[in-house]
């Protein structure tokens, strides 16, 4: 299960979301490459947790090493990995009066400055797919409010809580799906 608390967006915020409450995803731990290796391994496989901590290590660096071959890399019923970049805005290949041609090379342009490094950023992006697409999660997923925002329900109703106020279907649903305007946690867009 997935618990939720609300975010509130700043006041005195200049956006059209000044004071709105969304919902984001309250997570219980971060887990590493030891920590997945022992769960597989509570699953009545023949693998030992150190052969599950070296295979997955192994597949960790050779994904690295495809994505920086500019292959990409599909873990079926998960994701598409693969490297991206923010580009620069070059207003042309040469700029004949500084002798200077676009470079396939990551930097920034400084003012003024019509052609230089064509990328300023290089970026892994994840693309789900399969088991994990929007639409496949919304069919499994199932959410909550976290104890505080249980309690805090509460209290902006003038009672204590009752368990029953489930994202998503309980009997104090706040309406419909979770809205994400411009970013937190709905992709999978790593820097």
């Given at each position: 299960?997935?618990?939720?608390?609300?975010?509130?967006?700043?006041?005195?915020?200049?956006s059209e979301q000044a004071g709105?409450?969304?919902?984001?995803?309250?997570?219980?731990?971060?887990?590493?490459?030891?920590?997945?290796?022992?769960?597989?391994?509570?699953?009545?496989?023949?693998?030992?947790?150190?052969?599950?901590?070296?295979?997955?290590?192994?597949?960790?660096?050779?994904?690295?090493?495809?994505?920086?071959?500019?292959?990409?890399?599909?873990?079926?019923?998960?994701?598409?990995?693969?490297?991206?970049?923010?580009?620069?805005?070059?207003?042309?290949?040469?700029?004949?009066?500084?002798?200077?041609?676009?470079?396939?090379?990551?930097?920034?342009?400084?003012?003024?400055?019509?052609?230089?490094?064509?990328?300023?950023?290089?970026?892994?992006?994840?693309?789900?797919?399969?088991?994990?697409?929007?639409?496949?999660?919304?069919?499994?997923?199932?959410l909550a409010w976290s104890d505080?925002?249980?309690?805090?329900?509460?209290?902006?109703?003038?009672?204590?809580?009752?368990?029953?106020?489930?994202?998503?279907?309980?009997?104090?649903?706040?309406?419909?799906?979770?809205?994400?305007?411009?970013?937190?946690?709905?992709?999978?867009?790593?820097?």
């Amino acid at each position: 299960m997935i618990e939720l608390y609300l975010s509130k967006v700043t006041e005195n915020s200049e956006s059209e979301q000044a004071g709105k409450l969304y919902a984001r995803v309250s997570y219980k731990q971060a887990m590493d490459i030891h920590d997945m290796a022992h769960h597989m391994a509570e699953h009545n496989t023949a693998f030992s947790e150190g052969l599950i901590v070296g295979v997955l290590t192994d597949f960790v660096k050779c994904t690295r090493e495809m994505v920086l071959s500019g292959n990409t890399v599909k873990v079926g019923n998960l994701a598409i990995f693969k490297a991206t970049v923010e580009a620069n805005a070059l207003d042309t290949l040469y700029d004949a009066e500084q002798d200077k041609v676009a470079s396939a090379t990551i930097g920034t342009l400084a003012e003024g400055q019509k052609t230089g490094p064509a990328v300023r950023v290089v970026k892994l992006l994840a693309q789900s797919t399969g088991d994990f697409t929007r639409e496949e999660l919304k069919k499994d997923v199932k959410l909550a409010w976290s104890d505080k925002t249980k309690a805090e329900i509460a209290a902006a109703k003038g009672g204590s809580s009752t368990g029953s106020e489930t994202a998503g279907g309980g009997s104090d649903n706040t309406g419909g799906e979770p809205q994400n305007p411009g970013g937190g946690d709905d992709g999978l867009d790593q820097d």
